[in-house]
């Protein structure tokens, strides 16, 4: 059992950075079981980025080079470093426990332009 609490969302320019944070509570905190998805109006839910069982990390082609994820088990927290932020790239981003299929509430980012 764990629950997702995101933060760190907002309102920013083109080429603007964001760092988006998930802190989980309630069970062990595992990083390899974390991932960032995002869902644009109208669109389905993507996976924007997420550890693998092989301890690296999967970007999503549209923003390879751009966002970095990390962890920090300490304070049972991943985020999302978001850089050189496009309108396209304005959703509500969500973080993910895929053990359990746990979704956090969503922050929303909104790249403006």
């Known amino acids: 059992q764990v629950q997702l609490v995101e933060s760190g969302g907002g309102l920013v320019q083109p080429g603007g950075s964001l760092r988006l944070s998930c802190a989980a509570s309630?069970?062990?905190?595992?990083?390899?079981?974390m991932g960032w998805y995002r869902q644009a109006p109208g669109k389905q839910r993507e996976l924007v980025a997420r550890f693998t069982n092989g301890g690296r990390v999967y970007y999503a082609d549209s923003v390879k080079g751009r966002f970095t994820i990390s962890g920090d088990s300490a304070k049972n927290t991943v985020y999302l470093q978001m850089n050189s932020l496009k309108p396209q790239d304005t959703a509500v981003y969500y973080c993910?426990?895929?053990?359990?299929?746990?979704w956090g509430q969503g922050t929303q980012v909104t790249v403006s332009s």
């Open positions: 993910h426990e895929r053990y359990t299929e746990t």
């Open positions: 309630g069970s062990i905190f595992s990083a390899s079981a």
